[in-house]
């Protein structure tokens, strides 16, 4: 059982056990710290993955 099967209620759950625990000022900036966090996890996992097929990251390109 994974992150994937959770379900509406769960997801419900979450929210409101967030907004009890961190207070609704709070939460936007934990979304967008969270938001952040995962985008440069994918930029850096996208970045491995690109090393190890081999292939030019455009980024270096001199």
Known sequence: MG???IGIPGL???????LIIFG???L???GKA???TLREFKSTANDIMDDK???ADPK???
């Open 3 to 5: 992150l994937a099967n």
């Open 12 to 18: 419900i759950l979450i929210v409101i056990l967030a």
């Open 24 to 26: 609704p000022k709070k």
């Open 28 to 30: 936007p900036e934990i």
């Open 34 to 36: 969270a938001g952040e």
């Open 53 to 55: 097929t081999g292939e």
């Open 60 to 62: 270096d390109k001199s």
